[in-house]
């Protein structure tokens, strides 16, 4: 984008001027009409106050039971939960802070959160009635993903583009894989 735009700050651009400016760029609702049943889609809230309409836009798309719900906020998937109680829920755990996410800081982290999350995370999953976590990869171990499944729970990665990471994951028994790159992972996978 160029400098100006990003300094007006995205939020206030007039929605033309935006698509003028980012080729191909989709609304939500016209991301739904054209690929909301094609692909399987994650809906990561980042900022709670938009639960009404994400709820109305998957309604109006008759997706409400096939497009998964993510955020790091429990109460905005909780509120989601009761809106539309066929929604598919994801808790997404295991941001860190920036800096953390450079070795060996990041290491760390994962060694620090991993023995907590048998505790927390059927908790945090209860309480935003979800059935799915979206866990940092270097939080996966066999064992937590082999806990939450006998939980009830489905687990998902995220955003994991180093194809031997993510032979790994499924070696884990994952659910689900983000990635960026998903034709290089798939040509890495069938080679």
């Given at each position: 984008?160029?400098?100006?735009?990003?300094?007006?700050?995205?939020?206030?651009?007039p929605l033309g001027e935006l698509q003028r400016t980012v080729s191909g760029l989709l609304t939500f609702d016209k991301y739904l009409e054209q690929f909301g049943a094609k692909i399987p889609t994650n809906v990561d809230?980042?900022?709670?106050?938009?639960?009404?309409?994400?709820?109305g836009a998957l309604r109006r798309h008759d997706l409400t039971g096939q497009v998964l719900i993510s955020s790091r906020n429990v109460m905005s998937l909780r509120r989601i939960k009761f809106l539309a109680p066929e929604s598919q829920i994801g808790v997404s755990r295991g941001?860190?802070?920036?800096?953390?996410?450079?070795?060996?800081?990041?290491?760390?982290?994962?060694?620090?959160l991993r023995p907590t999350l048998m505790a927390q995370l059927p908790a945090q999953g209860a309480l935003a009635m979800a059935d799915t976590f979206m866990l940092n990869d270097r939080l996966i171990t066999p064992w937590l993903v082999d806990y939450l499944h006998a939980c009830g729970f489905r687990v998902s990665c995220w955003t994991v583009n180093?194809?031997?990471?993510?032979?790994?994951?499924?070696?884990?028994?994952?659910?689900?894989?983000a990635t960026d790159y998903p034709a290089r992972v798939v040509q890495f996978l069938r080679g």
């Open positions: 984008l160029e400098l100006s735009l990003v300094q007006r700050g995205l939020e206030s651009l809230i980042k900022r709670a106050g938009y639960e009404y309409e994400v709820v941001q860190v802070v920036p800096w953390l996410d450079r070795e060996p800081h990041s290491a760390i982290a994962a060694s620090i180093d194809p031997e990471t993510v032979r790994w994951l499924i070696d884990t028994g994952v659910d689900y894989i």
